[in-house]
């Protein structure tokens, strides 16, 4: 499975800076995938509250950009209505940003929607962006892998954009420390997905962190090393305590101010082309 062409970037709109610059980093994904943009405001109490500011943006936005770009304005809750938008107009991708008021955490009984209760009920590609600033382009994408069956299928999404904007792949893997035996276990297939990458005409590296925090390890990592995407799964069959309190993958999109992209899982059947090679 890669990134649908033809098909709308959903883009929610909060008026944060965020959103500001998730809208200006869809410009070239947009032109890319041929897509037009959708600009959406959810407001809790009235509908039409800021449709005249969402009507400037996205006037401006088609003046900048030169793509077609659509507004919807609706009532309720935030992450609900984003879920009925991704099913009504299927994107192909959603742009979510998040600012310091996304909770990561429920509270004492768990109520209230939180982000880890939230990407896994999204059934497309996800980028979420906490950054305030704005970066033309992108030049490398980290991509964290594991011995996890899953880790393989955000390869082909890795490959699809490094070919698009020309980009290098960095592979990372973290494993606690001393934990040799994991480590060794790791090796072959790093070796494997880096010569399956280079196959498809893409500059690939691999590298290797110890660590106990394992979603720190990473952010860290692509903070250095100057990356402008991480791509990671989006896992949807999560534990009781992970829908609570998050995953991995959770905890770098909290921590993370380069952009992630949280790809679905996809069927095994269509990675047995790729299985096949390794």
């Not at 919807?72 to 099913?87: H, N, S, W």
């Not at 939230?118 to 590609?125: D, E, K, N, R, S």
């Not at 992630?260 to 096949?276: A, I, T, W, Y």
């Amino acid at each position: 499975m890669i990134i649908k062409d033809h098909q709308p970037i959903l883009i929610p709109v909060d008026f944060s800076k965020q959103s500001y610059i998730a809208v200006k980093q869809s410009y070239n994904l947009a032109r890319f995938l041929k897509a037009s943009l959708v600009l959406l405001h959810v407001s809790a109490s009235n509908e039409n509250e800021k449709k005249a500011d969402l009507e400037s943006l996205a006037e401006s936005t088609r003046s900048e950009s030169g793509l077609k770009v659509e507004v919807a304005t609706v009532k309720g809750d935030l992450f609900e209505c984003i879920v009925a938008k991704c099913t009504e107009i299927e994107p192909s991708i959603l742009m979510m940003p998040l600012d310091e008021n996304a909770k990561f955490k429920s509270g004492l009984f768990g109520g209230g929607n939180t982000v880890p209760k939230f990407l896994p009920q999204i059934a497309c590609p996800i980028i979420t962006l906490r950054s305030t600033e704005h970066k033309d382009g992108c030049r490398n994408i980290v991509m964290p892998f594991d011995l996890t069956p899953e880790s393989r299928e955000k390869v082909s999404f890795a490959v699809q954009l490094a070919h698009l904007y020309k980009a290098d792949i960095r592979i990372v893997s973290t494993f606690k420390p001393n934990d040799d035996e994991y480590e060794n276990k790791l090796l072959p297939y790093l070796q494997q997905v880096k010569k399956f990458i280079k196959a498809e005409g893409v500059s690939c590296t691999n590298r290797s962190l110890p660590s106990n925090k394992p979603a720190e390890a990473i952010v860290e990592y692509a903070v250095k090393n100057d990356a402008d995407l991480i791509i990671q799964i989006n896992q949807r069959d999560l534990s009781l305590g992970d829908k609570m309190s998050g995953t991995v993958g959770h905890r770098i999109v909290e921590l993370s101010p380069v952009p992630v992209l949280n790809v679905p899982p996809m069927k095994r059947e269509s990675m047995s082309h790729f299985s096949s090679g390794m």
